[in-house]
């Protein structure tokens, strides 16, 4: 008989340790900051971890949290786990996640250098040596010996709390520049006693942790360690110099997770946290050698865009990994992987990696795309609307789906008009660019649902105001998004300048010389597209060139800057545009000085304007009239989303 899914081996149960795990799929270990200000478990958090345990995963990892608040935290919002009164809430979560057949892990850190001086209770943060963070803390001492012998037994103080609260395992983070990880690294370890200098002398402080946590805790606690299978900055650690540490580690430890990357460094964090620039799957090579080395005897997690089950499954089949840790995938889709059991992965939402789920200063964990992540205290579905009405919404971008899907969930009659001959507005611009798989695979994904969602969806459909108005509607909600922004500068309907998005598309072809006018996001990222066809590429801006991309997330906005300076995009700030001529760009600076920039074709990337003629005109004709996405803020896709679910839940 033929199975209902065709996967082999992500399904299959595995031991770690004692313990047995469901199947070999994690949910990794990330920041959320739902936690109360004295790091308790709110009902939020609870909500959250119980999402976690729901979606079907085999072990829920708890991320970053502190075993040392005076010199060790780095986020706003962990949990507290160095007080035992804190037990019974941490109860709260093993309970829940248990409630779902998982295991329950926690990611044990400490900073070491990379601490957030804001939040640290002491004037200094500690470390092996004093080596300032890059354009971060510069108040770091050497760790003396009383520091080293408070921070190990901290360690497994925190680990026999954990034991008491029911966790089945902790991941020891000794990855992407933390304090293990720094003595670990021949470039952030200097230290010339027995914790520095030799392989074996750096390994000690790593290895005693672990020695204390094991003597503490027995085999009642499984041991993870999340180690960088490279560094990736000149003179820290490669993959063969992690491969001996594991070695020697692997004698108290029941697995290990493979990662990449330095954290605190902000030219090397977009290895640790990958946007959509990378690609998939871009760890597993280090999580291979590893895998591969008959020295190595204990299970092997490989991480970091792993963005689908079949990715999974083939990563496992191939003998690269023996577990699969995911993110950002399952907090787009919490029904990633039960779809995947089912059979059905065409319902699955396709995650952007756009990282804005990423916690930025003082804020909750949001998704882009799924709008009741980090609000699962508040709902877990939508619910039926108590009075039935019938609802017209005026276009198919992005607000408009996620509007149309949402009333029809609640039960709404729902009627949505399209001016063009298909649904998804400007993402079928925007994902043009050969990097932006993710964002075609989530374009598909969002046609093919809003399509089926049982709203009636007419296409080809010019709609203005009587056209709505007679069609009854109780309420309306207009998407009618944005009109490309032009400027008044002499020239600009020459042949050589073409908007951004016909470049992007292919509309118009562009010579070897290319000036882009615009530093933000969408000029940025069609300056890589062209300087990765070989041309040369200029980026013109107002704004002074430190500031360009501004808007993009820092993990995104720090490797698009790496690849322009990588692909030689040269960026000029401070700088207004005067004037296009056959010859180029003729800007000014700051101090009058004008120069002309030479070339073959000029983009515009001036942003864009919102359209809201027909809410205008509209707005007073009914009580309910609401402006959704662009037409109300031009901004981004998770705003969009956001806007028309609260107010399409509302409706």
């Known amino acids: 008989m033929a199975r209902f899914n065709h ?380 009075e039935k009405k019938k609802v017209v919404i005026v276009g198919g971008g992005v607000a408009g789906c996620m509007a149309a899907k949402t009333l029809t969930a609640r039960g709404h009659k729902v009627i949505l008009l399209e001016k063009g001959s298909r649904v998804g507005g400007k993402l079928h611009e925007i994902s043009c660019l050969p990097y932006k798989t993710d964002m075609r695979r989530h374009l598909q994904w969002l046609m093919e649902s809003t399509m089926t969602c049982g709203a009636e969806i007419r296409l080809d459909t010019n709609a203005d105001a009587a056209y709505v108005m007679s069609l009854e509607p109780d309420a309306v909600f207009v998407a009618t998004g944005s009109d490309r922004l032009t400027l008044p500068i002499s020239g600009i309907d020459r042949e050589n300048v073409h908007h951004v998005l016909d470049v992007d598309t292919g509309k118009v072809e562009v010579g070897q010389n290319i000036v882009v006018c615009g530093g933000g996001l969408s000029g940025m990222e069609c300056a890589l597209g062209l300087a990765m066809q070989g041309k040369r590429v200029t980026v013109v801006d107002m704004i002074p060139s430190e500031s360009f991309a501004h808007e993009a997330t820092p993990h995104t906005r720090g490797m698009l800057l790496a690849l322009l300076e990588q692909y030689g995009v040269k960026k000029i700030g401070d700088s207004k545009v005067c004037t296009f001529s056959e010859k180029g760009v003729e800007i000014e600076d700051r101090n009058w000085k004008r120069q002309i920039l030479e070339a073959d074709d000029i983009v515009t990337a001036f942003g864009m304007k919102k359209n809201d003629a027909l809410y205008q005109e509209i707005k007073e004709l009914l009580p309910e009239v609401y402006a959704i996405g662009d037409c109300d803020i031009v901004r981004n896709i998770k705003r969009a989303n956001q806007q028309a679910f609260d107010l399409a839940f509302e409706c």
């Open 7 to 386: 996967y082999k081996y992500v399904f299959e149960p595995i031991r770690i340790g004692n313990m047995t795990v469901k199947n070999r799929i994690q949910f990794s270990p990330l920041v959320c900051s739902l936690s109360g200000t004295n790091g308790g478990v709110t009902r939020e958090y609870l909500e959250f971890i119980k999402m976690q345990a729901r979606t079907g995963v085999g072990i829920v990892n708890i991320g970053a949290t502190s075993i040392d608040h005076d010199t060790g935290t780095d986020y706003v919002g962990e949990l507290d786990i160095t007080d035992d009164n804190n037990i019974i809430e941490l109860l709260r979560l093993s309970e829940a996640v248990h409630r779902y057949g998982a295991k329950i892990s926690i990611e044990l850190v400490h900073a070491g250098r990379g601490a957030n001086p804001e939040l640290l209770r002491v004037p200094e943060a500690i470390a092996p040596s004093p080596i300032p963070v890059t354009n971060g803390n510069t108040h770091i001492r050497e760790m003396n010996y009383a520091d080293i012998e408070k921070i190990k037994q901290e360690y497994a103080d925190c680990a026999e709390r954990l034991v008491k609260a029911d966790f089945d395992m902790i991941l020891l983070h000794a990855a992407h520049g933390n304090l293990i990880a720094q003595f670990l690294s021949p470039l952030f370890n200097k230290r010339t006693d027995q914790y520095g200098g030799s392989e074996e002398n750096r390994w000690r402080f790593a290895l005693e942790v672990l020695e204390a946590i094991r003597n503490r805790v027995g085999n009642r606690l499984m041991i993870d360690m999340r180690i960088s299978g490279d560094e990736i900055i000149p003179g820290g650690m490669r993959i063969e110099d992690t491969v001996r540490f594991v070695k020697a580690a692997q004698k108290y430890l029941d697995t290990v997770h493979v990662s990449q990357g330095l954290i605190i460094e902000p030219k090397y964090a977009f290895y640790t946290m990958p946007p959509l620039y990378h690609p998939h799957c871009h760890n597993v090579k280090y999580a291979e050698i590893m895998k591969n080395d008959p020295e190595i005897t204990i299970p092997i997690t490989t991480v970091g865009s792993i963005m689908t089950i079949d990715e999974a499954e083939a990563i496992i089949a191939e003998g690269k990994a023996d577990m699969v840790a995911m993110a950002r995938q399952l907090l787009c889709d919490p029904m990633t992987v039960r779809n995947a059991y089912s059979g059905h992965n065409e319902r699955t939402r396709p995650c952007l990696r756009c990282y804005e789920c990423t916690p930025q200063r003082i804020c909750h964990i949001r998704c882009a795309t799924n709008p009741m992540l980090g609000r699962e205290a508040e709902f877990t579905e939508v619910p039926p609307a108590r």
